[in-house]
């Protein structure tokens, strides 16, 4: 994302301001009401008066929040245990809900066709090879029913683990919903991943089931997940079933393995349809388990509460972000990414999904955008290097696929460039909601984000979400002012904070990575900064940062300027250790048939210092065949960084391609 100090004529005026044709933030002033009428707090008709009266009263806040979104459960009059500490703070603490009852809250009956779409259509499926489905909101409860009775025809009970290997489909969000259903822990990645990838995470919470598609397409191919899924099933002996949804061409079970394998046909065949029923769980009962990459060891495994997630997801989706039973969501997303989770909540606002699985460019970039068209999708959620990509390549959606259902384009993943930004009301949709969005796996949700009441600046989110009162500070914890980057902090306790790690009995693993490095404040490892418009600037991961005589220079700031040099596709940046100091060296793909010279070096060393400063210039460009990245899309400058600087890489599982990094250890421009 752009640095405040950054600008040019343009950023004189916002990107997006609300449209006075679209009644912009009625859930939000709802709540707004809700408050002023119960606790008497007079606030002012704005965003601003809202989110500070939700971080100065957090129970009361998040008790509105439940009772605004009509939660199912039971509240319960308490709203907060401090505890001790932030760590040990409980929202709710006398709350029953389950969340499975949420999700499926919308039961319309078949009402059938109208305007050439089905208009109680709970999710739309659409795959790349051109598979389509769709479940209206009581096929989808009576499908949760039929699971919810295979679970617990399989023993799978309360506090019991469902893993699953599983595409972007609706049979994942069913299953997902089953499990939380019986109070059971769902846990899931995509299935590009490798075996050794899935056991580091599957193993450590020894699940009682494994769930996996036969197969997948990508990129224009079939991939057979079957032997992985059997090498996955003989190095669990926790399971008690394993369960494969078949694909195209691929209905044969996997063979091998200490389990029997059934297909999803035949292990749902004995249970007719019916409704559900809930038993309601604790509001701290756990609803799944994701996994943080992580730098060492074996990736950590973080349990999320059910009540506390859902309340933050109906915060962002129905208060930030405007959806309700009117809306389409479509994310671009793995099963393997918490932007899954989020998404799947959408259904407890009565939201639609509408779901793709496969590559966002095949057969070209406009993919997403012929589906959001086609679909009516309102709401469309995609990363910065995908519509970097789609600039790359010259096209131009809001000419050839314009979408006029659309009012919120979601972006996260990575830091949004301004001109990225500008591209996007430029060539994409020229009057969108640009919705850039931070947070991450660890709260399972935004810190730093977008409201619909604000403009949107060029390069900067709107705003720190409702509840979280986050903070940028130096290197002592000590609050800077707008215009100087420090580290993300939130300084008090909200829901979806983790439950805990997955086998770290007595927590000292979980408050070493969030409320260690400074003490009573959550530290999320995020370098920010505020602007002078209220808004934020996220600048790259603090742990990932350059730091050359001293000076400390998030990443992301040279790469939006590299990114403005032709020929250059991606880059990425990090630290190497050189006579006691540190060198930038930016490693860069060039577009196929490019070739790096002096030219283009000069040309990437000049935009560098003419736009930021002598400091960021590196002091080593290098042609990369291919840059590390996580299964979630993500750059590792760490993995990059440990080669370089002649250290071991941790968990190289968590790496989709590997393979790249054999190319790092042997560089010669890196030892002169």
Same mark, same amino acid.
């Given at each position: ?90 929202? /709710? $603490?006398?709350? @029953?809900?389950? =969340?499975?009852? +949420?999700?499926?809250?919308? *039961? %319309?009956?078949?009402? !059938?066709? &109208? ?120 190095? /669990? $002996?926790?399971? @008690?079933?394993? =369960?494969?949804? +078949?694909?195209?061409?691929? *209905? %044969?079970?996997?063979? !091998?393995? &200490? ?120 709401? /469309? ?292």
């Amino acid at each position: 994302m752009t640095s405040p100090g950054d600008t040019s004529p343009v950023d004189a005026a916002p990107l997006w301001t609300p449209s006075p044709d679209r009644v912009a933030g009625a859930r939000l002033w709802d709540l707004l009401d809700v408050v002023n009428a119960r606790h008497g707090a007079g606030l002012a008709r704005e965003y601003g008066a809202l989110h500070a009266w939700s971080v100065a009263n957090p129970g009361e806040f998040w008790a509105a929040v439940w009772d605004v979104a009509a939660v199912p459960g039971e509240r319960g009059e308490r709203l907060v245990d401090p505890g001790a500490d932030l760590p040990s703070t409980r929202f /709710l $603490p006398d709350a @029953r809900l389950n =969340v499975a009852e +949420a999700l499926l809250a919308r *039961d %319309d009956d078949v009402v !059938g066709v &109208g305007g050439g779409e089905a208009s109680n259509v709970a999710m739309a499926f659409t795959g790349e090879d051109g598979e389509s489905a769709a479940l209206t909101w009581t096929e989808l409860r009576l499908l949760v029913g039929r699971l919810q009775a295979a679970l617990r025809a399989a023993g799978v009970g309360s506090g019991d683990r469902v893993a699953a290997v599983v595409t972007n489909r609706p049979e994942a969000y069913a299953l997902m919903a089953a499990t939380a259903s019986v109070g059971a822990v769902f846990t899931s990645v995509s299935p590009d991943f490798g075996a050794d990838g899935i056991l580091d995470r599957f193993a450590q919470v020894t699940p009682s089931l494994l769930v996996g598609v036969g197969s997948y397409v990508y990129g224009g191919r079939r991939f057979d997940v079957r032997p992985t899924l059997a090498t996955v099933a003989e190095v /669990l $002996p926790s399971l @008690r079933a394993a =369960v494969m949804i +078949a694909g195209a061409g691929v *209905d %044969d079970v996997p063979s !091998g393995g &200490g389990t029997g394998w059934v297909t999803w046909d035949d292990w749902l065949a004995p249970h007719p349809a019916a409704a559900p029923a809930f038993e309601r769980f604790p509001f701290d009962h756990p609803w799944y388990v994701l996994y943080s990459s992580g730098t060492t060891g074996r990736p950590k495994c973080i349990v999320h509460r059910a009540g506390g997630v859902l309340l933050k997801h109906l915060a962002e989706h129905q208060l930030q972000h405007d959806l309700g039973p009117a809306d389409r969501l479509c994310y671009f997303t793995t099963a393997g990414w918490m932007m899954w989770n989020w998404q799947a909540s959408a259904l407890a606002s009565g939201t639609t999904l509408v779901l793709y699985d496969g590559s966002p460019f095949h057969p070209d970039g406009n993919r997403l955008f012929e589906l959001a068209r086609d679909a009516g999708v309102t709401a /469309l959620g995609v990363s910065p290097r995908l519509l970097d990509a789609v600039r790359q390549a010259g096209l131009r959606p809001a000419e050839t696929h314009p979408m006029p259902a659309l009012h919120t384009l979601f972006c996260t993943g990575s830091p949004l460039a301004a001109e990225t930004a500008r591209f996007v009301h430029d060539a994409v949709a020229p009057d969108v909601h640009l919705a850039a969005i931070s947070g991450g796996t660890d709260l399972c949700g935004v810190i730093i984000g977008a409201e619909p009441t604000s403009p949107v600046w060029p390069g900067e989110m709107q705003g720190a979400a409702l509840g979280m009162a986050a903070d940028v500070v130096d290197a002592d914890g000590t609050s800077l002012p707008p215009g100087e980057r420090g580290e993300l902090v939130v300084r008090n306790a909200f829901p979806s904070m983790p439950l805990r790690f997955w086998g770290d009995d007595d927590g000292s693993r979980y408050r070493a990575a969030y409320f260690e490095r400074f003490p009573g404040v959550w530290h999320h490892g995020d370098f920010a900064e505020r602007t002078e418009h209220g808004g934020w600037v996220i600048t790259g991961r603090s742990d990932a940062t350059l730091n050359p005589g001293g000076v400390r220079i998030g990443t992301a700031e040279i790469y939006r300027q590299v990114a403005e040099v032709e020929g250059v596709v991606e880059s990425l940046a990090i630290g190497q250790e050189a006579g006691g100091d540190s060198r930038i060296v930016l490693f860069v793909q060039l577009a196929p048939g490019l070739v790096l010279d002096d030219a283009l070096r000069d040309a990437i060393r000049s935009r560098i210092r003419s736009r930021l400063s002598p400091r960021h210039v590196p002091a080593v460009v290098v042609q990369a065949p291919d840059l590390p990245r996580t299964r979630s899309g993500k750059l590792s400058e760490l993995a990059v960084r440990d080669v370089v600087n002649g250290r071991p890489v941790p968990n190289t599982s968590a790496l989709a391609n590997p393979e790249s990094l054999d190319f790092f250890a042997d560089v010669a421009e890196l030892r002169e």
